[in-house]
């Protein structure tokens, strides 16, 4: 099969790789229809994480079961299904708590295993699935989804749930006036949370007016291209002299943190789920005298699924808008190149030579 490669920073490449196979009476193996590139991905892309030996990369992707372990319950061969981000046992304390990142069985996208043993990455015709009763969802009534439906099931993987995720941490709900910090596919995930849970007021700050137009139609109501004591500023100007009821921090530099801070009021709430660049610090002493509540991390999408598949379905929420480019996964090199060099904002890939469907 082909799947994309990490090699070393700006070194990414689409290379044949064994086909998988299952190896655990558990596993599961997927014939990949869409996956996607991270914001996160392009840590390791620009060398702010290090790379190590070549690897496969990728952590989102939506497909098809092809095969099944001989103690795999929930899933059959034909099934589609969404693969969270993060692989889960689903029966462990952790998950049992919800927080299914923290599995305490659970497989690395690109890495390895309980047993050691090697897991394909996202971003590739197939993947094993360790986990599979505990990781994957199905999709009900789906076989072959047209191409924006395909988008917003594959924003499920990640980005819409991990803007959930931040919005649930500031305590977004009706009446609530929101700031979001990060017009990446996250944040703008994270303006449709809001609006979802009910926010008044939905301020997203962009500079990009590709981005801050997405941001408009999944439902921001204002938009601030201001940064530092500037932005906070015009914050407090948009909501009558004062600052926000919630902020939601998607981007992890310590620059976005501090953003954010400068923007809640005093007892508000601030829901932080970008993946920390090094350098991002809380302060407590803010936190401390302005009774600021703090929650976040990374986003157990697993449990956000199932409630945002059903919204997804009705028509209720159209999170795929955040894909603003499809390219095959030959293309997995321009498509990084494209989100480093944000020309995109995120890409689909659709593996196997294959075109997306067209919208029905």
């Not at 017009?183 to 809001?194: I, K, N, Q, T, W």
Request: charged share 20%; hydrophobic share 40%; proline share 6%.
């Amino acid at each position: 099969m082909r799947a994309t490669m990490i090699h070393a920073p700006y070194d990414i490449r689409v290379e044949d790789r064994p086909d998988p196979a299952i190896q655990h009476p558990t596993d599961a193996v997927v014939r990949v229809a869409a996956a996607c590139v991270c914001g996160s991905d392009l840590w390791p892309y620009r060398g702010v994480r290090d790379t190590g030996e070549p690897h496969p990369i990728g952590h989102e992707f939506v497909g098809t079961v092809t095969e099944v372990g001989s103690d795999v319950t929930t899933l059959s061969p034909g099934d589609f299904v969404i693969a969270p981000w993060a692989n889960s046992c689903g029966t462990c304390p952790d998950c049992r708590n919800g927080i299914t990142v923290a599995c305490r069985h659970r497989a690395i996208w690109g890495g390895q295993d309980e047993q050691g043993l090697a897991v394909e990455g996202g971003q590739g015709e197939a993947v094993r699935v360790p986990n599979a009763d505990g990781t994957l969802v199905v999709v009900p009534g789906i076989s072959e989804p047209d191409e924006g439906l395909l988008k917003s099931l594959l924003s499920l993987s990640d980005v819409m749930g991990t803007g959930h995720h931040a919005a649930l941490g500031a305590q977004v709900g009706p009446g609530r006036t929101v700031v979001v910090v990060g017009d990446g596919a996250v944040g703008l995930c994270a303006v449709l949370a809001a609006k979802r849970l009910g926010a008044t007021r939905i301020i997203a700050m962009s500079r990009h007016e590709d981005r801050a137009a997405i941001a408009r139609a999944l439902g921001a109501t204002d938009i601030v291209a201001e940064r530092g004591k500037e932005a906070a500023a015009r914050v407090s100007e948009l909501l009558g002299g004062v600052l926000a009821d919630s902020v939601l921090e998607c981007v992890g530099t310590a620059e976005s943190m501090d953003q954010a801070l400068r923007c809640i009021r005093a007892g508000g709430a601030l829901g932080f789920v970008g993946v920390p660049a090094g350098g991002a610090e809380l302060p407590i002493g803010v936190l401390f005298s302005r009774n600021i509540t703090v929650s976040g991390g990374a986003a157990p999408t697993r449990e956000y699924i199932p409630e945002l598949l059903d919204d997804v379905l009705s028509g209720a929420i159209n999170p795929g808008l955040v894909f603003d480019a499809v390219m095959p996964l030959e293309d997995a090199p321009e498509a990084y190149r494209a989100m480093d060099e944000r020309r995109s904002t995120k890409v689909m890939l659709i593996p196997g030579g294959r075109e997306a469907p067209a919208a029905g």
